[in-house]
C-alpha cells in the first residue's frame, strides 16, 4: 500500500522507507512475545501433566519388607551388538581382550 502512494505521489520514498524500519522494529518483539506465550502455553501443559502424574497410583508395588538391594560384584558383557548410522555401516564393539583392537 505504501508503494502505491508513493507512486501516486502521497508519499516520499523516505517515507516509505520510514514505514519499513517502523514494521522491521516491530517485528522483532512482537516475535519475541508470540515465543514467550507459546513457552508459557507448553510449560502450562507440562505442569498439568506433571500433577496427574503425581495425582496416579504406581502399577507397581514394593513389598512390605523389602530389603535395599546391595551391589557385591558383577560385570556386563555384551555379544552380537550392532548399529547402522548413515556414516558408519554395522560397526561391532571391538573385544577389549583382543589384540586386533
Known sequence: MAATDVYT???TPGDFVLIQALFLQLAGPLFNLGTLFRQIDETS???????????SKPFVKEKEGAVDFKYGSGKIKIENLGFK???FEDQVPADPKSKKG
Open 9 to 11: 505521489g502521497r508519499l
Open 45 to 55: 501443559v507440562d505442569v498439568e501433566e506433571l500433577f496427574h502424574m503425581l495425582k
Open 85 to 87: 548410522h548413515y556414516v
